[in-house]
């Protein structure tokens, strides 16, 4: 039977966390609100209207949501051209592949942002298929991004395994029954991934290939 690997991007393959805080925080800062950058650290992986919500509350006013949202795109697209690949993140897709998994992407981005973590990454090859924003109706930590990517690569969930960096991946792999690992390139502490359902953490992509042999996707 066949197997899926299913990845997060951002935090998991490419190094983008911290750019995606400075620019939500920077988004933030030019509508009004002081928010401290750890708590849009906790908070990078939502969806950017449910971060907006979880960061400001419901006593935002929910009708400039979009405005912060484009903001951040804004801000962040400035660094399409030089998003960094986490080490060995495309050599790991394509050591999963050779293997015979089906890797498929599960990410908030889409559109011209994908694209530019997809070149960041440089395995398109190994790539089966990609689940993104604009395919779901909710993201993490709802199920609905691993259970799109499981119908993409038509894999049930008990074949697959679902590597991430975020409290957020956890719970929504957890959600769709799915095997889960955890990398902590992304910043969020072991104790916390580990609560959320991680059930294996490696540093990064890195220290995954390297212990393949004895992981989740062996």
């Given amino acids: ?90 050599p790991l897709l394509k050591r999963l592949h050779a293997d015979g998994w089906r890797v498929v992407l599960a990410t908030s981005a889409g559109g011209a942002e994908l694209g530019a973590l997809r070149r960041a990454i440089d395995a398109d090859e190994a790539i089966t298929a990609t689940a993104s924003a604009d395919d779901v109706e909710e993201g993490k930590p709802a199920p609905e991004p691993v259970e799109h990517a499981l119908e993409l690569a038509d894999v049930p969930a008990e074949r697959a395994v679902f590597v991430g960096d975020t409290v957020w991946d956890m719970r929504a792999a957890s959600r769709a029954g799915v095997r889960r690992v955890a990398v902590l390139c992304g910043g969020i502490p072991r104790a916390d991934l580990e609560e959320a359902g991680a059930e294996a953490v490696y540093d990064d992509p890195a220290h995954l290939l390297a212990s393949l042999a004895d992981s989740l996707l062996a």
């Fill in 1 to 90: 039977m066949e197997r899926a690997a299913v990845f997060d991007v951002d935090g998991t393959l490419v190094d983008t966390n911290h750019l995606h805080v400075t620019a939500w925080w920077e988004a933030f800062r030019q509508a009004g609100h002081q928010v401290p950058m750890h708590r849009l650290h906790r908070a990078v992986g939502l969806p950017s209207g449910d971060l907006v919500a979880h960061v400001l509350g419901e006593d935002r006013d929910p009708e400039r949501d979009g405005e912060l949202s484009a903001a951040h795109k804004t801000l962040y697209g400035q660094f399409f051209d030089r998003l960094p690949a986490l080490p060995d993140a495309g």
